[in-house]
């Protein structure tokens, strides 16, 4: 009997070993969850039995527990290495089977979908903030698309001590340009066509003879005169009474050329104070085409692409996954799970929701294995492992003694 009391904690303590190396294995493994073997004691005992007499057959194993506690997040320079911060794992599919993980380390594959170093495809929504059936994340991302100009806004100051110009307005059409000595002020700036395509137009101003607050104005796109007269008539205190805001449409010459621009010009916090002409803001809201800068994840799992153009595009939305019991996950290498019946039925969702962590971009999570007390139960696996034998070595010796009898 003592032979097979001894020869459960020689299994019981190998079997600690092993996990506990396997922790110690996996310590730089990300995602990585470490567990933990956890025993019971054995009682081979009839129905009738006497408890208190029983002396015991040693022990077994009861389960190796996974503990999914938070590991530490590392930092990197891919934007799609992501981690999640508290409750949730990724959602990960090939070929029809998902999986769930908490390695967060992704790439681009040659068709531009999200994958891990395995193949596995990242799920995620098509629309951020609205759900909907989970989809393989995708980022096609092409140039952005370029937008006309629809409206410009002009803060500046005409210089309420301005001098009626010594000549009339004059637009000489053959050079495209305004005569200098007919207008007091001019400043530029880039508006954009349905293409894309930057074009300059310019603005100038023109103190009206015989008044005290009112200015003309007059604009041109690349040598056309494309509107003016237009009147901007100032209160006593400076600032702008009436004028504008002003529609003005251009026509577009030339095969396959672009749409027409049509745009809004408003003046409405131009002011008429001082000694100077000043631009102090002179802003459109179109822009060219764009090329890809980068890639970035934000903490509700949006992925957007961002543009050489100043704008972004949101390519869709990482999906979270939990279960109410995570340690009923059944491991199935790669640092992924799948679903048991015993971690119950998977509830999805986002990132920022009352039971899901936040997404940190450009990061992943490492080992939740602590090295010291590894290091700490590895040493008492071998005690236990020691001790054990010792046992079976001693059941031995009274084994011996027996037979020796004469």
Same mark, same amino acid.
């Given at each position: ?8 904690g ?9 996990v506990?190396? =396997? ?18 004691d ?10 208190k007499?029983?002396t015991? &057959?040693?022990?077994?194993l ?65 629309t ?15 140039l ?9 806004t ?21 050079e ?8 007091? =002020? &001019? ?17 100038y ?22 509107a ?31 749409? $027409? ?19 102090? &803001? ?47 996950l ?22 920022g929701?009352?039971s ?27 005690? $236990? ?6 046992v ?15």
């Amino acid at each position: 009997m003592p032979f097979n009391i001894g020869l459960t904690g020689l299994n019981a303590a190998s079997t600690d070993l092993q996990v506990t190396g =396997h922790n110690i294995a996996n310590a730089s493994t990300a995602g990585f969850k470490g567990s933990r073997a956890e025993f019971a004691d054995v009682f081979a005992m009839s129905y009738t039995g006497i408890s208190k007499t029983a002396t015991g &057959s040693g022990t077994r194993l009861a389960a190796v527990s996974q503990q999914f506690t938070q590991g530490d997040l590392e930092f990197t320079d891919n934007n799609l290495d992501l981690a999640i911060n508290g409750q949730g794992f990724f959602i990960l599919e090939r070929d029809g089977v998902v999986e769930y993980t908490r390695a967060g380390q992704f790439q681009l594959d040659k068709d531009g979908y999200v994958v891990n170093s395995a193949g596995q495809r990242l799920q995620g929504y098509a629309t951020p903030g609205l759900g909907g059936p989970l989809q393989d994340i995708r980022l096609t991302t092409g140039l952005a698309t370029p937008r006309a100009t629809t409206e410009i806004t002009a803060l500046m100051n005409l210089p309420a001590t301005a001098e009626e110009p010594d000549q009339p307005w004059a637009w000489d059409a053959a050079e495209g340009v305004a005569d200098p000595d007919g207008y007091n =002020h &001019s400043t530029a700036l880039s508006v954009y066509d349905s293409q894309g395509l930057p074009r300059t137009m310019t603005l100038y101003f023109r103190k009206e003879p015989g008044t005290t607050n009112e200015w003309t104005f007059y604009s041109s796109l690349e040598g056309d005169l494309i509107a003016g007269p237009e009147t901007l008539e100032f209160n006593p205190d400076g600032t702008l009474g009436t004028g504008g805001p002003f529609n003005i449409t251009h026509t577009v010459t030339g095969p396959n050329g672009p749409e $027409n621009l049509e745009f809004e010009i408003d003046f409405s916090n131009t002011t008429q104070y001082g000694e100077r002409f000043t631009v102090n &803001s002179l802003k459109q809201d179109g822009y060219a085409s764009g090329g890809l800068i980068s890639l970035d994840v934000e903490a509700d799992g949006t992925v957007f692409a961002r543009f050489s153009n100043g704008t972004n595009r949101p390519l869709g939305q990482v999906a979270l996954a939990n279960f109410d019991n995570p340690q009923g996950l059944r491991p199935v290498g790669g640092t992924n799970w799948v679903e048991t019946f015993e971690s119950g039925e998977r509830l999805l969702g986002q990132a920022g929701d009352s039971s899901f962590g936040l997404i940190q971009g450009g990061a992943f999570e490492n080992s939740n294995v602590n090295i010291s007390e590894q290091l700490v139960k590895l040493i008492t696996a071998q005690r $236990n492992f020691q001790a054990n034998a010792q046992v079976i070595s001693t059941a031995d010796t009274l084994t011996q003694t027996i037979i020796n009898i004469r």
